[in-house]
């Protein structure tokens, strides 16, 4: 039997169209060895919800630099739930003040990452987050 | 729990269909009796098959297709398994394909499912298939199967769609790459997308020309139709008894073309019934399933039956010339017999 694959479905919910972070994020994900699905610019929170319930992902890495991060990431976190996914473990990117973070915490981001992060540093996040979920 | 999931994925319950292709995916124990509980209601999906090249527009004239399926009288539900390359350094994949679906969004009615190939070789992933039953199963009446972007010999889908679309674009080369053997000859209908470029109309020209050389020969022999099996027959049985294979103009991008492109599946899908070969195409399938599963399954037990420090020897013998692969094949396959004795 084939080892079980981490699937990673990055996104970028809203409306800035820098997606470069998203895009290493995806390559150095897909370098350590996980599937990574990549929907595009310009997302919804309910589309970013429906491309997670039809790939069946484990993470949902979200990419923001616009700002809306806590208009956005709440809604799609719910949407996740609503769709009967609440164990997808949900991580975030981009530039969020550092006075913003404790609050998506509190609302179940798994962990913040910042401009600058070592992705080995998500890797190694991302498989010890979906090992403690299995 | 199987029984749940396999009932509630016949109800039209998306999750539970999500889990059972990620179950049939990893291939696991409990996948085998899912599949199998599944399997009666499965053979009514019209699978149909879109393979080319690399960026020749694929993804983007699925997306067109699955929209304009949609549209048709009986309103079905449209299956997506977009399959990308497995990276074979690091195992990770990068599924990209749903980049170039996004209008499809919102349409509870289709279901993308992107899919990495994990190292087969022929364009599909080794589940492909069975995961198109659990589409079957749930009632989709289309799915589309989307090849990794292939070039010549991917053509492993034609095993696998009742409907085999090749897309090719523009300025992919003289009229020789399209007498060449390989994926050109398995199209039931062949797509020249991006048509709005330069030489799209020599391109429709070579396709042409290719299927017109081999029309003579067109035979249609244990299920399949191949162009190159070129035995001359006489001319009117070749023209009442052959689906020769459209050459259509889209511009995936913007839709053009992609309506004659659906009522050609439409079409292809009733010639299939009404030759008999729709029948014939699934008993090759079938057959083609089994020795997948034979040749797995005796490996399996195969290797059971011989202790790594055994094979890793031989290994060593034919690494150090001394055992040519023909002996030690020999040696591997009575190993259990002598050690029995």
């Known amino acids: 039997m084939p080892e079980k694959k981490i699937r990673v479905l990055v996104a970028k919910p809203g409306l800035d169209g820098h ?53 956005l990431v709440p809604q799609i976190i719910q949407e996740l739930k609503d769709n009967g996914q609440e164990n997808i473990v949900v991580f975030l990117g981009g530039i969020i003040p550092e006075d913003d973070i404790q609050g998506l915490l509190e609302q179940g981001v798994h962990k913040v990452y910042g401009p600058g992060t070592d992705t080995r540093e998500v890797c190694k996040d991302i498989r010890s987050a979906v090992s403690a979920e299995a | 729990m199987p ?69 048709l009288e009986s309103h079905p539900k449209v299956a997506i398994i977009a399959v990308d390359p497995t990276s074979p350094f690091s195992g990770g994949a990068i599924l990209g394909d749903r980049v170039r679906m996004q209008d499809l969004q919102g349409d509870k009615g289709i279901f993308i499912r992107s899919m990495a190939s994990r190292g087969a070789l022929g364009g599909l992933a080794a589940q492909t298939e069975m995961m198109s039953q659990a589409f079957d199963a749930a009632a989709y009446e289309y799915i589309i199967i989307e090849t990794v ?21 523009p300025g992919m080369g003289d009229d020789i790459q399209s007498i060449k053997a390989g994926i050109l000859e398995i199209a039931d209908i062949l797509v020249v997308n991006k048509s709005d470029q330069l030489g799209a109309d020599q391109s429709v020209k070579h396709l042409q020309n290719m299927i017109a050389m081999g029309y003579r020969g067109l035979r249609y022999a244990g ?3 191949r162009l190159s099996s070129a035995m001359p027959q006489k001319q ?33 899908g009733k010639y299939l019934k009404e030759t008999g070969l729709w029948t014939q195409k699934a008993e090759s399938a079938i057959t083609d399933t089994l020795r997948k599963l034979i040749q797995s399954t005796l490996y399996q037990q195969w290797r059971q039956t011989i202790p790594d420090e055994e094979l890793e020897d031989i290994i060593i013998q034919v690494l150090q010339r001394t055992l040519h692969p023909h002996q030690a094949i020999k040696q591997l396959l009575s190993y259990n017999k002598i050690t029995r004795n």
């Open chain 1, 19 to 71: 997606d470069r972070g998203a895009k290493v994020i995806a390559r150095a994900l897909r370098d350590d060895g996980m599937e990574v699905i990549y929907t595009g610019l310009r997302q919804t929170p309910e589309m970013i919800a429906e491309a997670a319930l039809q790939e069946d992902v484990d993470v949902v890495g979200l990419s923001i630099l616009s700002g809306a991060h806590n208009a």
């Open chain 2, 223 to 225: 299920g399949k139709h």
């Open chain 2, 3 to 71: 029984a749940e999931l396999t009932s509630e994925l016949r109800k039209g319950n998306r999750l539970a269909l999500s889990r059972v292709l990620s179950q049939i995916e990893e291939g696991s124990e409990k996948s085998v009796r899912i599949l199998e509980s599944l399997f009666p209601f499965t053979g009514q999906a019209h699978k149909i098959g879109i393979t080319g090249p690399p960026g020749s527009g694929k993804s983007t004239l699925v997306n067109a297709l699955a929209r304009q399926l949609r549209t």
């Open chain 2, 236 to 268: 009117d049985e070749i023209e009442t008894s052959g689906w020769v294979p459209p050459v259509l103009k889209t511009v995936a991008f913007d839709g053009t073309g992609v309506d004659k492109l659906a009522d050609e599946i439409v079409k292809h």
């Open chain 2, 149 to 169: 972007g292939a070039g010549q010999s991917e053509v492993d889908i034609v095993n696998l769609a009742h409907t085999t679309i090749v897309v090719d674009v």
